[in-house]
Structures are given as C-alpha cells and as structure tokens.
C-alpha cells in the first residue's frame, strides 16, 4: 500500500509564498508521473502542476510563472514552490502519483487571505 503524505500548507497573505511537500512511501521512481491536484469549496478537484519520471512539467495556466514542481528522489518527495499566491489559489492541494494505479494523499489546505 503506498501512502503520500502531504505537509507545508497553512496561511499567508496575498503575495506570499508557501512549499508543499509530498512525501511517499515508496520510491518516487516507480511512478510514471506525479502531481498537485486542488479543490477549492464548491468547485471540482483540477490539476495543477505534475512531473513525469524524466523531470518534465506542466502547469494550469492559472498558476504558470508562479507554482514550480520538482522531485527528489533520494528523499523520495515531490515539491510544489507556490509564490506570488493569490486568494484565488485557496484550497484543499493533494498530491498524486501515477503508476499502474492512481494513489492520493489525504491533502492540506492552502489558505491566502490577508
């Protein structure tokens, strides 16, 4: 069973800056991809960042510029550098990790607000 463990959420003031980290039980180098997914109150759970095996990332256009995904998988932890935050960005982050099965973490909550 692989267990994600996400931690670094809280809440900051608009123009801030916050790290997710997502810590896996298993080694990050047996997934296929990983990511940060969100849910905001009310709204669908969308993807915001991921990281395939080779080190290739994609953005929503919503966060491109101002969120950075990147793994290390000596730690076996994927992070999400989330500058610049707007209130907007509030919400529930969960990590993901694809293999032949999708795993999830159980997520933090992101909160900016002044």
């Known amino acids: 069973q692989v267990k994600l463990v996400e931690s670094g959420g809280g809440t900051v003031q608009p123009g801030g800056s916050l790290r997710l980290s997502c810590a896996s039980s298993?080694?990050?180098?047996?997934?296929?991809?990983m990511g940060w997914y969100r849910q905001a109150e009310g709204k669908q759970r969308e993807l915001v960042a991921d990281?395939?095996?080779?080190?290739?990332?994609g953005y929503s256009d919503s966060v491109k510029g101002r969120f950075t995904i990147s793994r290390d998988n000596a730690k076996n932890t994927v992070y999400l550098e989330m500058n610049s935050l707007r209130p907007e960005d509030t919400a529930l982050y969960y990590c993901n990790a694809w293999a032949k099965t999708t795993y999830w973490g159980q997520g933090t909550q992101v909160t900016v607000s002044s």
């Open positions: 298993r080694s990050i180098a047996s997934f296929n991809a």
């Open positions: 990281i395939s095996l080779e080190g290739s990332t």
